[in-house]
C-alpha cells in the first residue's frame, strides 16, 4: 500500500461517526498491505465523487482540480458517467451521511452552480475508504476472511442503482463488481446437477442491462431485463424481484434466472439452482441484493428474437383532462394486461409507452384505439409501430431517452392487485387516488411491469406473492436539493413515507410492495417485500451468513437493520 493510500483513508477515518468506526482504527496498515497484495493490487482509496470541485476535503484544505470539476458538472447527472466510478451513486444521497448532512454534493439542477462549493467542506459520507475492484470469486473470498479476522464491514456496490442505499456503509470495506464482464450465450444450458436445459446467456455481475441487449439481439435472442441501460442484470434487481415492461408474458427477472454463482460469506464458491443448494437459490430469487453473499455471475433465460409492438403516447395534463386519461388507463387496465401489454405511465413527459410482444400492428392500434383517440382531441401525440426487436426498442427509447441521474429522491411504491380493477367502484378509487397524487406529488409514474399472465410454479421464488395478481406498481415519490437540512430530508422522506402509508398501502392493504423502489421507512416491510416468505429467509440468512458479515438497510443480520 502507498503513503497516500494511507494518507487519504486517516483523512477519512476521522469525519465519520458510526459503530463500525473501532475496527477500521484496529486495522494497521500490514493487515492493508496484506489484503492488497492477496487480491492482485485491486485494492483502490476511495474519495467522493465530486471532490475535484472542492478546496476543502474533510475540513482540510486541498487544491480545486478544475480539468476534472469542469468533466464531473458536465456529466454529473449522466448515468453512464456515474457508472464508471466507484465513488458515484445514481441518487447521490447515498453517497452521503444524511444524519449528520455529511457528504459531497453538487447542485443536480445546476452541477456548475458554485455555491454548491464556496466554503464548504466535502466529507467522506458513506463512501467505503477502501474498495476492491473484484476481478476473480477470489478476490471475494479474500474480503470475506478480512472482514471476519478483522471486523470490518462490507458494502457491496455494482452500478449504483439503489433507492435504499444499500451499496454503501461508513468504514466498511467496498466490494465492487463493476469489472465482472463476462457474457457467454448458450443455445442450450443445463444447469449443473440438473436435467433441463433452456436457450440462455450467462452474464458477469457487472453486465449492464444496455450491453446483454446488444449481446442477446447479436444471437438471434431476447433478454428480459429493466428499463435503464445501466442497471446490472444479475444484481440487486434481478435478487430484488426485477420487473420489467416484458413480464406480463415473460416474467419478472426471479422467473428468469436458472443459475446462480455466488460468494457466501464462509468463503465458498457456490452454484446455486434448482437442484443444488436450492435453498439458497431459492432465497436469492427475492430475498434481495447483498444478503446472501456475492454474486460473480447468473444464467438467465433468454427468447427468441421477435418484432415488438409499441405505442408512444404523449399529451399535456389540464383539470380539463386528467380524470379522462386516468379512466383510459384504469378501466382498460385488465385488457391491456391480458392481450400482453406492459410499459410505464410516465411523469415525464405525461402519457405511456407500452410494448406488446403477442400482437399484431393491426390489433395492437385496435387495441390502443381509445388511448389515441383521447391523444388526438387534446392536442396530444400518439404513435404505434411495430419494431423489430426488442433491443431496437431499447435503443430508441431506453437509451436514447435514458433518464438524468444524480438527483435526490425520495421514493415509495406499492403493488395493485388486479382484483381492484375489476369493480366500477373499486377502479373509480383508483381514479381519484391518482387525481390526488398528481394534485399533491406530481404527475404519477405507474410501472405496468408485473407478471400477470406468466405462468409461474407457486413457491419457486421468495418474493411477495402479491407480484403474481397485481397490475400496477404505482410509486410516489418527491425530491429535495443539495443545500437541505438534516431536518428538511428527514420531513422529505417522511412526507413521502406518511403518504405510501395512508394512500397508497390503504388502497391495497392486503398487497405488497417492490423492495428495490421501497419507501425505506416501510412499516411492514417483513410482510410487503416478502409475505409468507420472511422467516425461511431469516432461517437461510443464518446458515449462509452465520456471522453476520453481510449487513445493510433491509438486507443485513435480520434482513432489516440500521437507519439509511
Known sequence: MTRNLVAIFLVSLFTKTAVSAPSILNVSSTQWDALNVSVGGRLHAATPFALPCFSRYNNVNVSVDEAACRIIQANYT????????FSANMQPQ???????????????????????????SCNQGEISPYYIDVGVAADVQ????FAKQTGVPLSIKNTGHDYMGRTRQPNSLGIWTHSLQTMVYHSQFTPAMCDTSYRAITVGAGVTFGQVYKFADDNDSMFIGGYAQTIGASGGWMMGGGHSILAPTYGIGVDRVVEIKIV???????TA??????????ALRGGGGGTFGIVIESTQMVEQRIPIQVINMTFTPTDENLQEFFEIAVNNSVDWAEQGWGGHINRAPPGLIYVNPRLSLDDATTSMSQITAFAQAYNGTSAIETLPSWYAFSSRFIAAEEAPVGNLLALGSRLIPKALFETAADRARIVAQLVNQTAELGFPYIGVATPIGFNYTAGTTSVTPAWRTSLWHLTAGTFWSYNSSVAEIRATLGTVHDYVHEQLTALAPDSGAYMNEGDVYESNYEDAYWGPNYQRLLAIKEKYDPDGLLDCWRCGKSLALVSP
Open 78 to 85: 449522466s448515468p453512464t458517467f456515474r457508472l464508471e466510478s
Open 94 to 120: 447515498y453517497e452521503t451521511c444524511m444524519n449528520t448532512d455529511s457528504g459531497c454534493l453538487l447542485d443536480s439542477n445546476n452541477p456548475g452552480n458554485p455555491l454548491a462549493t464556496q466554503g464548504t
Open 142 to 145: 479474500a474480503a470475506f476472511q
Open 264 to 270: 457466501t460469506p464462509d468463503g465458498q464458491l457456490r
Open 273 to 282: 439452482n434448482a437442484c443444488q443448494n436450492s435453498d439458497l437459490f431459492w
